[in-house]
């Protein structure tokens, strides 16, 4: 099957070339850029050298004869100009922007202060948790492929909520992440002597992966969520963490939230719950497309915590992005996934 | 005045070190240590290569002779052991280890898992938090340093519980830690490789400073309190964040929240309350004997939320040591402490 | 074709299972270590979670048994005791510590203080640097793997020595690793708060690898030589990048040097040259089994200069080891090494 | 006495300000920048949040009614317009910038491609590499003060070409320095994401210390030099470690070495010599003026070998600019500059 990627210039454009390039039912035949358009993708990614593409000028006509179809990695704002047209020409999509992951036109201008696509196209487009939607991704041409920060946020709380075991209105996730969900571009906030051996909270309360995050819930258990939500800037590159507090329901114990991760996940290839007791850590998944999960109980004060792990820009990403593909075409879910983490 | 440290050859006494030398009204006499007796202080410590002194093997009665207080910056359940017989010879001592923080030896002996002192000898440790008990320091003869997730947690917790802002039942305390808190001896848990690019929680509900700050905030509000908290380690050497939540009262907004940060600490010089609006980042106290704090109110959940850092070897540490050492002796609260923060 | 791995509980021997479970022609049948035996390997290493397989006390009768070629990852001084009994046995062995590189046992004894195998086993030991020696690597029953720095320092300096484009008596090797290097038994050297933003050299003209780059170069060339070489520590995980200085003989300019290296890596899958003027960085080789290298010419002091990278657990460990396989097998050079440079 | 900083919002000008407002003698009285003029400091670099000024515009009129020393910490080809200004207001100038390094224009043109200041100025500014220079500091109106790569390689090379220790004609200087060295604009060679876990060489042969260090070299004995130096990029914020191989002359030991070194520096307060065998480390001096170094004797090849270690920010920039303004004004040395390295 031939491919495109839109965006390739960036970290997540990078990854799905890493992937796909080995993924044995793919061909890579354009990588569209905006900012680097005429340049070796060599050249922008030295690690990337014994790949011979050129970065080209994004054409939706262009892409169409050339891909049946087309990752969009691209910033916030920019995917929902760009995929109308390809679907009309019937190429599938896959999004890895927040552009189509909210069903409310009104709920993306709020938190992302743009504009997105029309709301029957926003209908049209699934949400590629895959382990919670392969029945819909399977028939889908247009997914959104989740945030980072929900991927591994809603991996872990979902069973949770879909079983009834914690209050609905008493959730905090405060999650920690690696510099490069930040992306590429050079600024302050992303300038090494500025982040190295430094930690900080940022958009507290004000993050665009929180109405995500509520919607889906909502989705799964058909109630209204409200989550306090704080991400954290921690001084590696990769992997992001998120511990996950609910108030537990009267009988819970960390046995039952345990049962209901395992059982959520039994089949799941790239989930694994820890056993009890062992905390995940980010290394573990580090360059591969695992979430590692586990569940425990603090009985002094009543509350669950799931620590949940993923590499945020594969699980986070690219690699989820890949899984969601393989989900579409009817292939295993693995194919082209099987990247053993690397460590240390 | 003379002043010995025992255990110079740990992480908290090398910054005792760097701190006492340079304090105008203290002479460092004796170095002791266990381990390294017998070497110079500079074999142990390049950085110290300018210190003239050798370490020790630690001695009361010669300790007695050459000081007029001693520090002990000793693993738990070590100071409790030798610092009766330095009482006895009227021996100031300020202990940066544990065991004479918690008032009750039955809360020690489940949490820390050893023996402590008898229960006199710990009504008689003034708790040296001392922003909040300086009166108390001011003629104390024992005093039981602070740990460092609590000195993070309690700066920013206290000014809201004692103000009756937030529910005392509701309150979650993420907290993330460089990893010199975890100290000098080697392991698995902190060998470079396994924690460099990586990031984990630990201790889920055990950690040992959940009672020394429960019984901190009922010492200041009169009400008991159970805290969730868990703390993170973090790939970088020095730095604690505290991200504290706790569920606000009825229209309680985040002016009250910083008002009451700022109140509390308006002659305060080592605590700085943020502009409304910016968090706090650890490498701004680096080095530092600073605690840098703000309040910010997330209005979708009701949840008020804190985020303090410390430098966990100064603040968390000696620094706060050696602010205790002027309090008792009623000097400037700053001498010897006037150190910019390292930055980047 | 079934293997073993001796010493799977180390990084290399991590790495080893990492690279060897994908392996489209291998099983891997047994895993052997020390310390750990009888835990499942994935204790030992949280992230090989989805391996389900126990580590073992080795005997060399139950090795052969299961395995037709065994991996020994084992500390220096260790694999020569265990290997004869495997070739007895007709069990082809791959070994990656330093008990079978050096020619000499003398040699051995003054570098590594230690005693090594007989010289007649040395002698049918083929040394593995894939590149240079690959018909030897063919027919071999006993592979001595090269080291982490001779890999990265020997890929750079042969072509230019081989061709005489640079003086035999003035080389300088500069070089630089990453922490994973030293593996993974805690020690202060490598204690993440000493390491952490700190950068020192080690073993100045005492490296055991000297003698190993030293009679590589000779094996080659014919010609005795004397390195300088000094290995630095760096605040990283993984990663090796060499810096070789030497005086280049008259006329010979950039060119020259740059046409050695792509003349001599020309047919060969792993070795990349960059376009003129590119300086080659670790990060483009991580997790991967390249090596990246450029030539430069510093006219104002008639210094060549060659810089090399490599991941050192990778193509300095278990990457070549692999590549080593599939050469000694006959299989495709690449055959389950085709995994993209993990970046950034 | 009054002082003003040009350059506050860089990382030199930052340190500036922490180094000067604990100096007894000294009173900042103005801080200029040029973006960011009109902002209060703090709200540049929060970590000065208890600094109580703002940055300005730069007016030479109003610096010289202001201020009696100017320190000058700006990126190239800006301080040589603003100094002659200055000085001839009687304002005594101490330049942190390259400007006034290099005696020869055409040398500057060649090696930074830019204009800088008339010759007759040149000779007037005095290199201020404290320890080699005091005399003609200590009546100097102008000071350059030195390159971070040329002070850590200075320091440790010569006192051996001084004592003919080595040849001159074949010294290779290879210098590792963390990122803060380049500044605090934001690029892609500085993003976080980039930089961490990488390692590069840069600037290979081109690098603009180079003219400095050769034009001290024969300052100090006479005799022209050239030195093959590259510089590299490592994944920390603070430290420049050199390693500096000379061949040594007939006859030369360690011992030779190391006297030279302790001779050289026998009464100079911030040059440490570590005990024989000892490597210096750069987290030992972080944060400190101090400059570690030891030397080391391959007996094999006949290499001498220094290893140097400065914090770059410090010693390499605002330390010793201090350090200069002490000796300029003939006051003790140290004043100021008593901080003790800040370790780990």
Redesign the interface.
């Given at each position: 099957m031939r491919v495109a990627i839109l965006g390739a210039t960036g970290?997540g454009g990078?990854e799905l070339?890493?992937l796909l390039?080995?993924h044995p039912e793919v061909t890579i035949t354009a990588v569209y850029g905006h900012s680097q358009s005429g340049k070796p993708l060599a050249e922008v990614?030295?690690?990337?050298?014994?790949v011979d593409v050129e970065v080209e000028p994004f054409d939706a006509s262009d892409a169409a004869a050339r891909a049946d179809v087309v990752f969009t990695a691209t910033p916030a704002g920019v995917s929902h100009t760009v995929i109308p047209a390809l679907l009309e020409r019937g190429v599938r999509c896959i999004d890895l922007s927040g552009d189509f992951r909210l069903k409310r036109r009104e709920t993306y201008r709020q938190w992302y202060g743009k504009e997105t696509a029309e709301e029957a196209l926003l209908a049209r487009a699934v949400y590629g948790l895959a382990e919670w939607f392969a029945d819909a991704v399977r028939g889908a041409d247009l997914v959104a492929n989740p945030g980072c920060y929900p991927t591994a946020t809603l991996l872990g709380l979902l069973p949770l909520v879909k079983e009834g075991l914690v209050e609905d209105d008493?959730i905090?996730v405060?999650a920690?992440s690696?510099?490069?969900g930040?992306g590429?571009s050079?600024?302050?906030a992303?300038?090494?002597?500025?982040?190295?051996?430094?930690?900080?909270?940022?958009k507290?309360?004000v993050h665009q992966h929180i109405p995500e995050m509520e919607q889906t819930v909502t989705a799964v258990t058909g109630r209204a969520v409200?989550?306090?939500f704080?991400p954290?800037l921690?001084?590696?590159?990769?992997?992001i963490?998120a511990?996950i507090?609910a108030?537990a329901k009267a009988g819970v114990t960390e046995r039952h939230l345990r049962e209901a991760l395992v059982a959520a996940y039994a089949d799941k290839p790239f989930v694994?719950v820890?056993p009890a007791g062992?905390?995940?850590?980010?290394?573990?998944?580090?360059?591969?497309n695992y979430c590692?999960l586990n569940a425990?109980?603090?009985?002094?004060?009543g509350?669950a915590?799931v620590?949940a792990?993923i590499d945020n820009l594969v699980k986070g990403a690219a690699g989820q992005a890949v899984q969601n593909l393989n989900m579409m075409m009817g292939w295993p879910e693995t194919l082209g996934l099987?990247?053993?983490?690397?460590?240390?």
């Open positions: 970290y990078a070339v890493r390039r080995r990614f030295p690690h990337l050298m014994d008493d905090v405060d920690k690696g510099v490069s930040a590429r050079p600024g302050l992303t300038h090494f002597s500025e982040v190295n051996e430094n930690l900080t909270a940022y507290i309360g409200r989550l306090t704080i954290h921690v001084p590696m590159t990769r992997g963490l511990t507090y108030r694994r820890r062992v905390v995940p850590r980010t290394k573990d998944v580090y360059g591969s590692d425990f109980f603090d009985a002094r004060t509350r915590v620590v792990v099987d990247l053993g983490p690397v460590f240390p």
